[in-house]
């Protein structure tokens, strides 16, 4: 097996952003099912791993203008996650509630499948909530001290805190699957509304931060964390 072979999926998305959208193409899972090789997941699937190896030749390089977040501290990562992601999740999850809430009273009756997004966004939104104020809590705090001093102890088991986390993140990746599905991948009906299609868009959009924000933790916070 070659270098390429070896290399992880959640590695490639790391070293370049931009695979992102070939494993995305590929409906392949580049955030939770990271830890895979292109050869595992194309088994799984039933794919043909040669275009995707092209797609990926031919993906180009970040600029130096986008985030590298393979090369930040990981003080200042957590603070970027905590400011960007968690603030994202925590502020979009208020106004996806009310939207969501308004189109099952108004359009739920022609189109019940909004009740079915309604409570798996609702699960989805809460669940987050709980654990990303966790991880501020807990992990947060205790990563910031353990880059300035190496003899810091988590106040627990890491490894187990961290499996905990990816469990969730599992999850909802999944819940968010089944939104995607019923949703017909955030397609609004035909001649639907204005609050209809942005609630769409930010459900899509939802879905992406969701994306990255469980990829810079699986693949990048967490395996630097378990090597201090």
């Given at each position: 097996m070659n270098q390429l072979?070896?290399?992880?999926?959640?590695?490639?998305?790391?070293?370049n952003f931009r695979t992102a959208a070939v494993f995305k193409k590929y409906g392949i899972n580049?955030?939770?099912k990271g830890?895979?090789?292109?050869?595992e997941t194309c088994k799984m699937k039933?794919?043909?791993?040669?275009?995707?190896?092209?797609?990926?030749?031919?993906?180009?390089?970040?600029?130096?203008?986008?985030?590298?977040?393979n090369s930040w501290s990981l003080t200042d990562l957590v603070n970027y996650i905590?400011?960007?992601?968690h603030e994202y999740i925590q502020e979009k999850s208020i106004y996806m509630l009310q939207f969501l809430d308004k189109l099952c009273r108004v359009h739920g009756e022609r189109h019940p499948e909004l009740f079915k997004i309604n409570e798996l966004f609702t699960l989805s939104s809460q669940n987050l909530i709980v654990h990303l104020r966790d991880a501020e809590e807990k992990l947060f705090p205790y990563?910031?001290?353990?880059?300035q001093n190496s003899e810091i102890a988590f106040g627990g088991d890491l490894q187990a805190y961290i499996e905990k986390l990816q469990t969730v993140y599992q999850t909802e990746k999944?819940?968010?699957e089944e939104i995607a599905r019923v949703s017909d991948d955030f397609t609004p009906p035909e001649g639907a509304c204005t609050t209809y299609r942005v609630t769409f868009q930010m459900l899509n959009e939802f879905d992406e931060y969701l994306q990255v924000y469980i990829h810079l933790e699986n693949n990048i916070l967490f395996p630097k964390l378990l090597k201090l």
């Open positions: 072979q070896e290399k992880t999926i959640g590695e490639y998305v790391a070293e580049f955030c939770c830890g895979r090789t292109i050869e039933d794919l043909d791993p040669a275009p995707i190896y092209e797609d990926l030749k031919n993906t180009p390089q970040g600029t130096a203008e986008e985030n590298d977040f905590k400011e960007v992601h990563i910031r001290e353990k880059e999944e819940r968010f």
